[in-house]
């Protein structure tokens, strides 16, 4: 069964940080990785998608990393901001395109202005 | 707009009551799914569904059914709710061809059950 493990599970940065948050995951055959964003009492909004052949994602300020082999991941947050405060979650999807979705508890970021 | 829409996005059930969370999609996506999220739990795979007609059950199924007759809507129904099943709900699809295979999110609901 696919665990995913997120560390930390609550982060606290001023602002203008850059700041790693690590994901990692037991089974490696894994279809592909996303990272979401989910404010408090809200859904859960897509960063960055990672399939399992790639290596990184960039988008703006985030920066995604996939070692399939060593089940990690790594989201790269740089010059942090109070807006980035939020829960962030990986989430690794099983070998196939119609692969399961297996999610790690999060990691509570806040940043302070 | 594109996406996964849930309704509602409260609701306050007595124990017993049944009712059904509805949950569409317009993007054509063959996968659809729901999870409940649980404070110290995480989010948990109720059901899912790879095209119409099609389900089968998740981590945690008891309490809930599926069907799934058309690909645009996938609704859960709870049968006799229990206070354990008070909970947020979200519904995600996503394609299973083509370029993304991103899971897309719909905003939740938040069901209480007293």
């Known amino acids: 069964k696919q665990e995913v493990t997120q560390i930390p599970a609550a982060l606290s940065v001023p602002e203008g940080e850059n700041l790693v948050l690590n994901c990692s995951f037991t089974?490696?055959?894994?279809?592909?990785l996303q990272w979401f964003r989910q404010d408090p009492g809200k859904g859960l909004t897509s960063l960055l998608l990672?399939?399992?052949?790639?290596r990184e994602q960039t988008s703006g300020r985030l920066n995604a990393s996939l070692d399939k082999s060593s089940g990690r991941s790594t989201l790269y947050i740089a010059a942090s901001q109070p807006g980035d405060s939020a829960t962030y979650l990986c989430a690794v999807r099983g070998g196939t395109s119609y692969g399961k979705l297996t999610f790690g508890q999060g990691t509570i970021l806040t940043v302070h202005p | 707009n594109a996406g996964v829409t849930q309704t509602p996005k409260f609701q306050v059930l007595k124990t017993g009551q049944s009712m059904t969370l509805q949950c569409a999609q317009d993007m054509n996506h063959e996968y659809m799914s729901w999870y409940r999220q649980d404070p110290g739990m995480g989010l948990r795979l109720i059901h899912y569904s790879v095209g119409a007609g099609i389900t089968d059950q998740g981590e945690v199924p008891n309490g809930y059914n599926v069907s799934r007759s058309t690909t645009e809507d996938f609704p859960l129904r709870l049968l006799s709710a229990a206070p354990s099943q008070t909970s947020v709900y979200f519904c995600?699809?996503?394609?299973?061809?083509?370029?993304?295979?991103?899971?897309?999110f719909g905003s939740g609901t938040r069901l209480t059950v007293v």
């Open positions: 089974d490696s055959a894994i279809y592909n």
């Open positions: 990672i399939q399992s052949s790639q």
């Open positions: 995600a699809s996503s394609a299973t061809t083509g370029a993304f295979y991103g899971y897309t």
